[in-house]
């Protein structure tokens, strides 16, 4: 399977917990994105990464809330000190933004999430 | 109010029936995605488009820039299209996406 995984799946932790999710993209896709979805929402855009670098993050990440793409590949998102307000998917999706490619520059491939539960 | 719009929240069809579904947006956008989620969450991308027409099998979508609004169509409904449909635009220089809040589709054998 070539598209984008997420580790867990699943995810039931206690308030005040870390976690730490990890997104493994599409090989040779530049950019990872992060995003939180809330029963009954769409997705909200928290952060993304081009390479290694983390270029952009949503004032919804707060302090608590840290990500990494330390070689430009897979991805990790931890959560410190767990609410119960954290409950969610967590949606990972990564594209590739190398033009040319029947302009479907920087089309997003999303995995299957991460559903997290603080009890 | 939402930047990303979408009509109806819920949809229930009869199989065979032809099925629309509406998403208008206040932002200028440089693409708009029409995304499908199963229940358990995976999301797989149906469409992304700038302008005009495109269709996929028994799925069409379109633009209408100047109105800001977009149609996902299917044709001859199937119990298998029941899932979450998300309308999600990507604005200008900006690197996010926003998300409708999807719409929930069940078709009745």
């Known amino acids: 399977d070539t598209g984008v995984s997420q580790d867990p799946r699943h995810k039931i932790t206690k308030r005040g917990q870390n976690v730490t999710f990890r997104c493994d993209p599409i090989?040779?896709?530049?950019?990872l994105y992060w995003y939180r979805q809330t029963l009954g929402q769409g997705p909200e855009f928290l952060t993304y990464?081009?390479?290694?670098?983390?270029?952009?993050k949503s004032r919804l990440l707060s302090d608590r809330f840290s990500a990494e793409r330390p070689k430009g590949s897979f991805s990790t998102l931890e959560i410190q000190r767990t609410e119960q307000g954290d409950s969610a998917m967590y949606l990972c999706a990564s594209s590739d933004t190398k033009l040319g490619r029947q302009g479907r520059s920087n089309e997003q491939f999303f995995g299957p999430g991460t559903r997290l539960t603080v009890l | 109010k939402n930047e990303v719009e979408q009509s109806p929240q819920n949809l229930t069809a009869q199989e065979g029936e032809f099925i629309t579904i509406n998403c208008s947006y206040s932002v200028g956008i440089s693409a708009l995605h029409w995304l499908q989620q199963h229940p358990g969450g995976g999301i797989v991308s149906l469409f992304m488009l700038s302008s005009g027409k495109k269709k996929h099998g028994r799925l069409i979508a379109t633009i209408n820039i100047q109105e800001k609004h977009s149609s996902l169509h299917i044709t001859a409904s199937h119990p298998r299209d029941s899932a979450v449909y998300i309308c999600a635009v990507r604005s200008g220089n900006n690197n996010d996406m926003r998300f409708g809040a999807g719409t929930r589709l069940t078709v009745k054998p």
């Open positions: 990464f081009q390479n290694e670098a983390q270029l952009e």
């Open positions: 090989s040779e896709h530049n950019r």
